[in-house]
């Protein structure tokens, strides 16, 4: 069955202009995550959709940073006024909650984001 | 907070060596441990996983018990080979304080000689 897709593979934009991530989920999961993956920060969490519920986006860094999941689908990722310092490979993964702790989190390959 | 602290890398070794990455936790709550693995080129995967004290998780050679006497979770193959080249993440998550977030540790690259 499919993974969890993400697309573009690659981004390279200018500082200041707005970019949009996409995450396709694997179908039925109900939980979404975006983290990030830079060098001198390692993996870091930026934002969680969990079924209707509102998400938690207590990992965004900035208030530039945005995300929305539609149809409890589809997520996207939007940083706008990209900056250098947001350079980094954007990654989403998606679980099927149950009512178990350590529900397995199934990345996609990533978004490599470079911001010149 | 959550934290994770990983063996500092980067780690070669010879086809066949024994392995440790040491992984330790900060947690204040009960999480459940993982280890996950990036191929070169790769996404992340689940290697393998803990829900509870005393579990050991295990997977293609690799072995990991979750110890919360000594809050570690350390990785361990007896026989690595070239294949096992990647970068291996710690991490745990912990419904009580922060939800189903995976808080990770640094990473440590593996380099297996033949």
């Known amino acids: 069955g499919a993974g969890v897709s993400q697309s573009p593979s690659n981004k390279v934009t200018e500082k200041g202009k707005d970019v949009e991530l996409r995450c396709d989920p694997i179908?039925?999961?109900?939980?979404l995550y975006w983290y990030r993956q830079s060098l001198g920060q390692g993996l870091e969490f930026l934002i969680y959709f969990q079924g209707n519920s509102a998400p938690d986006k207590s990992g965004l860094p900035s208030d530039r940073f945005s995300a929305e999941r539609t149809g409890g689908s589809v997520s996207t990722l939007t940083i706008q006024r990209t900056q250098q310092e947001d350079s980094a490979v954007y990654l989403c993964?998606?679980?099927?909650?149950?009512?178990?702790?350590?529900?397995?989190?199934?990345f996609g390959p990533g978004t490599r984001l470079l911001v010149l | 907070g959550n934290s994770v602290t990983q063996m500092e890398g980067p780690v070669t070794l010879s086809e066949e060596a024994f392995l440790t990455i040491n992984c330790t936790y900060t947690?204040?709550?009960?999480?459940?441990l993982f280890w996950y693995v990036q191929y070169p080129g790769e996404g992340l995967q689940l290697l393998l996983k803990?829900?509870?004290?005393?579990d050991k998780g295990s997977n293609k050679g690799f072995e990991a018990t979750y110890r919360k006497e000594t809050t570690s979770f350390h990785l361990e193959k007896g026989s690595v080979q070239v294949s096992d080249s990647a970068v291996y993440f710690c991490a745990l998550s912990d419904q009580e304080t922060s939800g189903s977030r995976l808080t990770f540790g640094e990473g440590t690259q593996l380099t297996v000689n033949p």
């Open positions: 803990a829900t509870k004290a005393d």
């Open positions: 179908s039925g999961h109900t939980a």
């Open positions: 993964a998606s679980s099927s909650i149950r009512d178990s702790l350590g529900e397995t989190q199934y």
């Open positions: 947690a204040t709550g009960y999480p459940s």
